[in-house]
C-alpha cells in the first residue's frame, strides 16, 4: 500500500510554497526600473503571476548605478530543496534606444545556452519564456504607473555565485554554460512537486533530439546511470535522469520520439516497472514479493527457495535466496519491464532495459549482450 504524501498527515504542517527564480528576477526588474523612472525605490514589489493572483516580494537592495539602476531580491524557495534557495537575483536595468523594446542579457552567474532543443536559440541568454513575459510585464506596469508609453530597456539578470549552483544542476548536460537558467511558468515553487524534475526530463529528451541522438538512455539512480553510459559508451546528452519517473518519461517520448531507449536500473526498481508500475517512488509503489517468488519458481528454483522467497523483505533478498538462479530472475525481470515499457510507448521506439546491481555489474539485459560479456551477459563495471 502506498504511504499518504506529508500533506495529508493529521497535525504535519502544511508545506510552504515559494517563488522561481522568474517571478524574483521580475521583481527585482520591476524596481530596478521603478528607481530609474521615479528615482525611488519601493520597499516591496508586486508582480502579476502568470496563472493570476500577484505575488508580493520584500527588496534585499535598489538603488541607480553607471548606465541606469540595479535591484535585488532573496530566492525564498518555501520548503522546496531548491538550489537557489537564498541566492541573490540581481537586475539591472538600463535605458534602451527607442523602438528597441526589452533586450536581455546574462550577467554573473547565469547561463548561456549552446545546444538547440531548448525554447531559447543557442546563443541567447538563459532567461526562459515564462520569466521574460513575467519582465516585460512587471515593467509594463511600472512604465504605465509613471506615465510612459513604451518600454526600451537593457535588462541583465546575475546571480552571484550562480555558476557554482548550476554544477549541481543538469544545465551542463542541457547545454546551458556559465551558470544557472531562470526558470518558472507559474512563478511558484510547489514543495516536493517534482516539477522541475520533471521539466529536467523533457528538455533533456528535446536537447538530445535536436543534437541528433538517435540513442538515449533513463536511468533510476547516478549508479545505474554511469554503468549504463559505460556499457554504450554515449554521451552525457543523451542520458536522461529520469530517477523514478518512469512513466512521465515513456509519455513524453511517445509524443517525441527517438529510434531506440534504454531503461536502466536495479533490480529492486525494475522488479516495480516488470509488474505494472509506472512510479517508482518508494512512498508510492511497493515490490509485490509473493509475485516475485512466482517468478523465481517459472525460472526453475527449488521448492524452499521459492518458499523462502516468498517471505522475503525484499527484492535483492529474493535475489539472494536463489543466487544460482539470480541470471535468470533478473533476465525475466529485464524482459517483463521492456514489455511494460515498450506498451507505453507503442512500436515506433524500440525499448531495451539492462539491470545493475548496487555496484554497478550488469545483471540482465534484453537483446543481445554488448561485446566482452560473458555468455550470461555479465560485466563488471565500475560506478565512478
Same mark, same amino acid.
Given at each position: 500500500m502506498a504511504v499518504d504524501d506529508d500533506a495529508a498527515v493529521? =497535525?504535519?504542517?502544511?508545506?510552504?510554497? @515559494?517563488?522561481?527564480?522568474?517571478?524574483?528576477?521580475?521583481?527585482?526588474?520591476?524596481? $530596478?526600473?521603478?528607481?530609474?523612472?521615479? !528615482?525611488? /525605490?519601493?520597499?516591496? %514589489?508586486?508582480?502579476?503571476?502568470?496563472?493570476? @493572483?500577484?505575488?508580493?516580494?520584500p527588496l534585499a537592495r535598489a538603488e541607480r548605478c553607471a548606465g541606469g539602476a540595479v535591484a535585488a531580491v532573496i530566492k525564498?524557495?518555501?520548503?522546496?530543496?531548491?538550489?537557489?534557495? @537564498?541566492?541573490?537575483?540581481? %537586475?539591472?536595468? /538600463?535605458?534602451?534606444? $527607442? !523602438?528597441?523594446?526589452?533586450?536581455?542579457?546574462?550577467?554573473? @552567474?547565469?547561463?548561456?545556452?549552446?545546444?538547440?532543443?531548448?525554447?531559447?536559440?543557442p546563443g541567447e541568454p538563459a532567461i526562459?519564456?515564462?520569466?521574460?513575459?513575467? #519582465?516585460?510585464? /512587471?515593467?509594463? !506596469?511600472? $512604465?504605465?504607473?509613471?506615465?510612459?508609453q513604451n518600454v526600451d530597456a537593457?535588462?541583465? %539578470?546575475?546571480?552571484?555565485?550562480?555558476?557554482?549552483?548550476?554544477?549541481?544542476?543538469?544545465?551542463?548536460?542541457?547545454?546551458?554554460?556559465?551558470?544557472?537558467?531562470?526558470?518558472?511558468?507559474? !512563478? %511558484?515553487?510547489?514543495?516536493?512537486?517534482?516539477? $522541475?524534475?520533471?521539466?529536467?526530463?523533457?528538455?533533456g529528451i528535446d536537447v538530445a533530439r535536436a543534437t541528433g541522438h538517435r540513442h538515449l538512455i533513463g536511468a533510476t539512480g547516478s549508479t545505474s546511470e554511469a554503468a549504463a553510459q559505460?556499457?554504450?559508451?554515449? *554521451?552525457?546528452?543523451?542520458? #536522461?535522469?529520469?530517477?523514478?519517473?518512469?512513466? =512521465?518519461?515513456?509519455?513524453?517520448?511517445?509524443?517525441?520520439?527517438? *529510434?531506440?531507449?534504454? #531503461?536502466?536500473?536495479?533490480?529492486?526498481?525494475?522488479?516495480?516497472?516488470?509488474?505494472g508500475e509506472l512510479f517508482l517512488h518508494s512512498a508510492k509503489s511497493k515490490v509485490d514479493i509473493p509475485r516475485l517468488a512466482e517468478w523465481l519458481a517459472a525460472v526453475g528454483a527449488p521448492a524452499e527457495q521459492v518458499a523462502a522467497a516468498k517471505t522475503a523483505a525484499s527484492a535483492a533478498e529474493v535475489l539472494r535466496t536463489s543466487a544460482a538462479m539470480s541470471a535468470a530472475l533478473a533476465n525475466l525481470v529485464a524482459h517483463r519491464a521492456a514489455a511494460v515499457a515498450q506498451a507505453q510507448v507503442g512500436d515506433e521506439i524500440a525499448i531495451d532495459v539492462v539491470v545493475f546491481d548496487r555496484q554497478g555489474r550488469l545483471l540482465a539485459q534484453t537483446g543481445e549482450p554488448p561485446d566482452g560479456c560473458d555468455a550470461g551477459g555479465r560485466q563488471p563495471i565500475s560506478p565512478n
Open positions: 493529521p =497535525g504535519r504542517r502544511a508545506l510552504r510554497s @515559494g517563488w522561481t527564480t522568474g517571478t524574483c528576477a521580475a521583481a527585482a526588474a520591476a524596481a $530596478a526600473f521603478q528607481v530609474l523612472l521615479t !528615482g525611488r /525605490a519601493p520597499a516591496c %514589489v508586486a508582480v502579476r503571476l502568470p496563472r493570476g @493572483g500577484e505575488a508580493r516580494l525564498d524557495a518555501g520548503d522546496d530543496p531548491d538550489v537557489t534557495h @537564498g541566492a541573490e537575483i540581481v %537586475v539591472t536595468v /538600463a535605458v534602451a534606444p $527607442a !523602438g528597441t523594446g526589452v533586450v536581455f542579457r546574462a550577467g554573473e @552567474g547565469v547561463g548561456t545556452v549552446t545546444r538547440p532543443g531548448l525554447p531559447l536559440e526562459n519564456p515564462g520569466p521574460r513575459a513575467m #519582465i516585460r510585464d /512587471a515593467l509594463a !506596469g511600472v $512604465a504605465a504607473a509613471a506615465g510612459c537593457v535588462v541583465t %539578470v546575475a546571480v552571484p555565485g550562480g555558476e557554482a549552483l548550476a554544477a549541481k544542476t543538469l544545465n551542463g548536460r542541457l547545454g546551458v554554460v556559465g551558470g544557472l537558467s531562470i526558470l518558472g511558468t507559474t !512563478g %511558484v515553487v510547489v514543495p516536493f512537486s517534482c516539477a $522541475a524534475w520533471i521539466h529536467s526530463i523533457h528538455r559505460k556499457l554504450f559508451g554515449l *554521451p552525457d546528452v543523451a542520458l #536522461i535522469d529520469m530517477g523514478d519517473f518512469v512513466g =512521465g518519461t515513456l509519455k513524453y517520448l511517445r509524443r517525441h520520439a527517438v *529510434p531506440r531507449f534504454t #531503461i536502466a536500473g536495479g533490480f529492486g526498481k525494475l522488479v516495480k516497472l516488470a509488474q
